[in-house]
């Protein structure tokens, strides 16, 4: 299959990559799409056939639920049931927005593979002009994972989506870097006192403001987090290993020579009072406590390691406030338990 990169920017071409890809989406098959969170990779969320083609092109395990995606409030009735207060209250305050609601469904409304069969579903309207432009159009919800490769970090470029899928899906629609750079929050509302099942741009402290307490799932006790099935498998791994070490410019110095003493290459990803370390590879998180930055340039920094011949890359930890925490929360799963001791 070949993979078309349109892009929405060129007002006289964009039309007719809304076309394209609404008449694609139509007929069962998968367009790639920015977010402001990252890309997806979408699919008629009705139709069984469709979605698993995402899953096809994706490698993505079947039990891993997805999200779906809404241009308008209204499309939420024919697949949810039960709404409670506090979600209405929600959607009002942070859609369109990277928050996505776990809600129950309504039986036979969505295809099965789209929730792995559990009774609720996770739901969200993108804040984008290009996804909502996308969605209104099509006017049926859209089941949409991130546009990576399973296990990979996800895209915030259209060029990461192509790295990832060429010749697996037909379209990637381009609307340039994304936003906000990590997944959106996911808030579990069929829980007594609603839970973040994964943490993202919008935090538990804007949550709180305007629904009062919720609950943080521990997402990195496999255990404790059955609720959220994509937290069981490896998540946003470059090839070479990553190793978190304490945010300390004179302990990364260390860690970089032990490192050069082994005779291996090191890359190193952190804020810029770290520049001057000396890594053979580094890429930039910004300056020192501009988390949004940070976010918006992690998975980027992720792949770019994978041009390198590090062997081993490097990450002082970040403060786990705000979007620090979804930043940690990543940084975890992409470490997957490994700390650098010198
Ligand atoms: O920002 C985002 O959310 C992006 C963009 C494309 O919208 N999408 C995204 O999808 O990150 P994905 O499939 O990569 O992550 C979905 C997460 C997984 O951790 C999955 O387990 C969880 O949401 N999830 C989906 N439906 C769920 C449900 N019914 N109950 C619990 N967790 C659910
Ligand atoms: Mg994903």
């Known amino acids: 299959m070949k993979t078309e990169i349109m892009s929405v920017d060129n007002f006289l071409t964009r039309d007719l990559s809304y076309t394209q890809a609404v008449d694609l989406l ?6 790639a799409f920015p977010t402001e969170t990252v890309y997806g990779l979408g699919a008629i969320a009705t139709s069984e056939n469709a979605v698993s083609k995402i ?3 994706k490698g993505r395990p079947q039990d891993n639920p997805l999200i779906v995606h809404i241009g308008s409030k209204e499309e939420l009735s024919t697949f949810t049931q039960n709404v409670p207060n506090l979600a209405n209250i929600c959607m009002d305050a942070f859609w369109p927005g990277p928050l996505t609601l776990v809600l129950p469904i309504k039986t036979d409304s969505l295809a ?13 309207m993108p804040d984008h002009p290009v996804a909502l432009e996308l969605l209104r159009r099509l006017k049926q919800p859209v089941a949409a994972p991130s546009a990576n490769k399973s296990g990979k970090p996800s895209p915030t470029k259209a060029a990461h989506v192509y790295h990832d899928l060429n010749g ?9 870097a994304t936003g906000i750079g990590l997944e959106s929050t996911v808030l579990d509302f069929t829980t007594e006192v609603p839970t973040i099942l994964r943490p993202g741009g919008v935090t538990k402290e804007m949550l709180e403001k305007v629904i009062g307490p919720v609950n943080e799932s521990k997402l990195t006790d496999e255990a404790e987090a059955p609720r959220a099935p994509g937290m069981k498998y490896a998540h946003y791994s470059p090839d070479a290993p990553v190793y978190l070490i304490e945010a300390s410019i004179s302990t ?3 860690a970089i020579e032990q490192i ?4 291996k290459k090191v890359a190193l990803i952190a804020t810029e009072q770290f520049t001057f370390t000396k890594a053979d590879y580094y890429f930039s998180l910004g300056q020192e406590h501009q988390l949004e930055d940070a976010a918006h340039l992690l998975y980027e920094a992720l792949r770019n390691c994978d041009e390198t011949d590090a062997h081993i890359i490097l990450v002082p930890i970040f403060v786990k406030q705000g979007v620090g925490t979804a930043i940690m929360n990543r940084l975890e799963k992409a ?3 490994n700390w650098f001791e010198s």
Do not use: M
Request: net charge negative.
């Open 260 to 263: 050069h003493k082994d005779e």
């Open 252 to 254: 990364v110095q260390q």
């Open 335 to 337: 470490a997957n338990g």
């Open 168 to 176: 697996k899906i037909p379209l990637i629609l381009d609307g340039g």
């Open 55 to 57: 899953f096809e092109a």
């Open 26 to 31: 139509s007929a069962g098959e998968t367009v």
């Open 112 to 124: 099965k593979n789209v929730t792995a069969g559990l009774n609720t579903v996770g739901v969200r």
